[in-house]
Nanobody, 127 residues
Framework: QVQLVESGGGLVQAGGSLRLSCAAS????????MGWLRQAPGKEREFVAA????????YYADSVKGRFTISRDNAKNTVYLQMNSLRPEDTAVYYC????????????????????WGRGTQVTVSS
């Protein structure tokens, strides 16, 4: 069992930055692929970024590539999402997720690959 708690969301102007954090419970954090997904009002949940067990490999949605950076600190059981050059269309609830389905472009980007989810943190970008 893994419990995930996100923090760092808030209201920011377009062009600004935020850093999301996700703290995980348990002693097997480095056994999990970690991902960030988001859901905007009236839209489906969508993949944002994922990072492999040791942090050496990442995937990003095309919409955030070059602006967002995912990282993890296995010693602190924490995964981060640094978000720069934010746009109004980035407004959503951001969820942290952990999965053991494996690593690959289809697996890591699919919401169904993740077994544990946080409650989410709201990010609002004003224009």
């Amino acid at each position: 069992q893994v419990q995930l708690v996100e923090s760092g969301g808030g209201l920011v102007q377009a062009g600004g930055s935020l850093r999301l954090s996700c703290a995980a419970s348990g002693r097997t954090f480095n056994n999990y692929v970690m991902g960030w997904l988001r859901q905007a009002p009236g839209k489906e949940r969508e993949f944002v970024a994922a990072i492999s067990w040791g942090g050496g490999s990442t995937y990003y949605a095309d919409s955030v590539k070059g602006r967002f950076t995912i990282s993890r600190d296995n010693a602190k059981n924490t995964v981060y999402l640094q978000m720069n050059s934010l746009r109004p269309e980035d407004t959503a609830v951001y969820y942290c997720a952990a999965g053991r389905a494996g690593w690959g472009p289809r697996t890591a980007t699919a919401s169904t690959s993740y077994d544990y989810w946080g409650r989410g943190t709201q990010v609002t970008v004003s224009s």
